[in-house]
């Protein structure tokens, strides 16, 4: 099938794949409210790491390639415990335990609602797609999580498979998680496309030999580029 992109058609995509969060799910602003939960367990443990905290998360800016919006799951304990480190040089063991107390209680004081409110259309785009194509969902997040989303969404049964970082080697940037996809779909990865929200979104396709679109407000170098799901839809909808 071809794709009708802002940026032009991306021709002869079998399996569209998307990123989960920035993509489907969440964006800056609930990683930033995120952050801020995790400075207030921080303080209720009587730490003040915010300001050291904001250089290592990239939080106060967060850009789309910072920490704050691309780091795996399993990372964010271990950059806590570096701002703990920084600011306190406490035992090494401690600064863990901290970052680790740290995620699970700024986990805690979020809401299921904030965590898996979907992107506006982001679900309409899925189910609009998934009658063209077999769907797939790529993310540095656990499977858990991911699971849990889908389910929540109402879209288990328009995604045909979901990998996560966990599952392969290396995570995004690399090319593991297209090209098990790939494996998994039966696909080439060049009839693959990604659909994300950043840079690393557009270098993981690249390294995989896939094609990318971004949803945003520049295209990042990708192959597509729109502004919005509904958007995508509305260019697609001749299909």
Request: hydrophobic fraction near 45%; aromatic fraction near 8%; charged fraction near 30%.
């Amino acid at each position: 099938m071809d794709i009708k992109t802002l940026k032009g058609t991306i021709k002869d995509v079998s399996a569209i794949v998307f990123d989960k969060d920035g993509t489907i799910v969440g964006g800056v602003n609930l990683w930033k409210k995120l952050f801020n939960y995790q400075m207030k367990a921080a303080e209720e443990l009587g730490l003040n790491i915010r300001e050291t905290a904001d250089e290592i998360f990239g939080a106060r800016d967060a850009l789309p390639y910072s920490p704050l919006v691309t780091f795996h799951a399993s990372e964010a304990p271990i950059l806590m415990a570096v701002a703990i480190w920084l600011t306190y040089k406490l035992p090494w063991f401690k600064c863990k335990e901290y970052g680790e107390k740290i995620i699970e209680l700024g986990a805690k004081m979020v809401s299921k609602e904030d965590l898996l409110n979907p992107l506006p259309y982001a679900v309409q785009a899925i189910n609009f797609f998934s009658k063209f194509a077999p769907i797939c969902i790529a993310t540095s997040d656990s499977k858990e999580n991911t699971i849990e989303m889908v389910e929540y969404l109402n879209i288990r049964d328009k995604i045909k498979c979901i990998v996560t970082s966990d599952e392969v080697e290396k995570g995004k940037p690399e090319a593991d998680i297209l090209l098990k996809i790939s494996e998994i779909l039966n696909i080439e990865p060049s009839k693959l496309l990604l659909v994300g929200d950043n840079e690393i979104d557009v270098e993981t396709a690249r390294r995989a030999g896939a094609k990318s679109t971004i949803i945003g407000e520049k295209d990042l170098g990708a192959d597509g580029w729109v502004r919005n799901f509904l958007e995508f839809i509305e260019l697609n909808k001749e299909k």
